[in-house]
């Protein structure tokens, strides 16, 4: 089974966000690292980047296989984790610390209620186990 | 139903991630895909490879037969044990699957196809049996296969053998292969490392895989042997050749034997081929942009448009690589279309990687 944090909330399409007051920390979970495998590339929005939920804002690519991230809230980028560029790997060490991919400044906090929290994250992912 | 190698539970037992290959439940890596890639670049890394199949054929006519099926002579094997890679045609000079076979001497040979291609391969061995009235084909899905692959490979598998056994083995050159005991031993593999390719019967499997553990070798699965082969520069059936390219826009024609009078499946239609201009080429790729190369995205030259046949991230190289077949004449920078985004590609002689060492510095051959 795969580590899924009960503070987390999640999208179906496997990122997670960590939200403290109005900014929302964005990666991508424990089970989408494995199911990817081993990192080799990571595309970040840029920031000043303004981006609405749903959006496809970046790309993050195995050995065998790229992925679209999308975003999980409307807002403006106000920092992404450049380490990521030289070392995707963090992704695949610790999805949920050094491997965060960017944070939102959200517009909207209603759109919270949108996300998945962590037990109903953990169901839509248990059959895939 | 998917069918299980006798190492099944050999590989459940190291936590391999299983994926369905061809039919069979095989791992796709043990952990990590990278660490295991380096393993075979460093050390010693062994894969199950039980899943290929083995035909064994013989009888007086099998020289003959094998001479007009393949499309390399096997009438260069003049020392008992050698190997020779060959692609086997059909009429119109496509590729019904590559292969390698062994001389084990006399009028035997031990061929070794590929599991994917495994019915359609038996079903156009038997259907050329025609004339050649003395001729056994046997498959020997008895057999297991182990492929020991790394600069340590020879010698932690070694390890396995008695000491009379050993000197046998350790005379093997390169492309050659030896019945020890149960054992048949041949120094070949698709990885681009020396190593050993290890055939026995069944039964035998989980033990010697056991001994290989003990030994200090590695289990490393599907995915790192493809980015292996990838830098090896070796091509893979079904992905960069098919029943409808021919060896000529394959990066295959060093194994066509073409010169002389044998007739072969597919010979007319490679000398049509030829004569009409080859029209397409197969070449390496080393992506400059940050990125991944992957199969069947577009390639954009100023001859015209071609098409990514094997593309992945290079561990060795720390970069994107792939193979191409783009149009002939086609040299030096192309764009690759990547998400609506063009990257770009350098055109680059494979292998990429040899022996542990990188070939390709900045686009050029360094060991030309």
Request: glycine share 8%; aromatic share 8%.
């Amino acid at each position: 089974m795969s580590n899924v944090p009960s503070e987390l909330k999640f999208l179906s399409s496997h990122e997670w966000v960590l939200i403290e007051d109005d900014i929302a920390t964005v990666g991508v979970s424990d089970h989408a690292q494995e199911l990817l495998g081993d990192l080799v590339f990571v595309e970040l929005p840029d920031e000043g980047d303004s981006v609405s939920a749903g959006d496809s804002v970046g790309v993050i690519e195995s050995v065998k296989a790229a992925s679209d991230t999308y975003a999980p809230l409307s807002g403006e980028i106000v920092e992404i984790n450049s380490e990521l560029e030289d070392s995707p790997e963090r992704i695949n060490d610790d999805p949920y610390g050094d491997g965060w991919m960017y944070k939102i400044k959200m517009e909207d906090a209603d759109e919270v209620d949108n996300l998945l929290d962590a037990d109903s994250y953990a169901d839509s992912i248990a059959e895939d186990e | 139903m998917s069918q299980k190698t006798p190492l099944y539970q050999s590989h459940l037992k190291a936590s391999a991630k299983m994926v369905d290959f061809a039919g069979w439940e095989m791992p796709i890596h043990y952990g990590s895909q990278i660490t295991e890639h380096q393993i075979v670049r460093t050390d010693a890394g062994m894969f199950d490879v039980s899943h290929m199949t083995v035909v064994d054929v013989s009888g007086v006519d099998s020289s003959a037969y094998l001479r007009y099926l393949l499309a390399n002579d096997i009438a260069k094997l003049s020392t008992e044990g050698k190997a020779l890679y060959s692609c086997m045609l059909n009429q119109s000079g496509g590729i019904v699957d590559d292969l390698i076979v062994y001389w084990l001497g006399g009028a035997d040979y031990r061929v070794v196809i590929n599991s994917a291609t495994r019915e359609k391969d038996i079903g156009w061995l038997n259907q050329h049996v025609g004339d050649f009235s003395d001729l056994s084909l046997k498959e020997r899905d008895d057999i297991a296969m182990i492929a020991v692959q790394g600069p340590q490979a020879i010698e932690k598998t070694l390890s396995l053998f008695d000491q009379g056994s050993r000197a046998v083995i350790e005379s093997l050159g390169r492309f050659f292969g030896t019945t020890v005991g149960d054992y048949f031993v041949a120094r070949t593999g698709y990885t681009g490392e020396d190593g050993f390719e290890l055939l026995m019967p069944n039964a035998m499997a989980a033990e010697c895989w056991q001994q290989l553990l003990d030994a200090g070798v590695k289990p490393c699965g599907l995915g790192a042997r493809d980015t292996l082969r990838l830098e090896a520069g070796m091509s893979l059936y079904g992905t960069d050749m098919d029943e409808t390219t021919s060896p000529l826009i394959s990066g295959l024609s060093w194994t066509l034997a073409m010169q002389d009078e044998r007739d072969f499946i597919g010979k007319q239609a490679l000398l049509e081929e030829k004569s009409n201009g080859v029209k397409q080429q197969l070449v390496g790729l080393l992506l400059k942009d940050k990125g991944v190369l992957r199969n069947h995205l577009k390639v954009i030259t100023d001859k015209g448009e071609g098409e990514i046949t094997s593309g992945s991230y290079s561990p060795t190289l720390s970069q994107s690589i792939a193979l191409a077949r783009i149009p002939s004449g086609v040299s030096g920078e192309v764009e690759v279309e990547v998400r609506n985004k063009h990257l770009k590609a350098d055109i680059v002689k494979f292998p990429f990687v040899r022996q542990g060492e990188p070939c390709v510095t900045n686009g050029s051959m360094s060991n030309e």
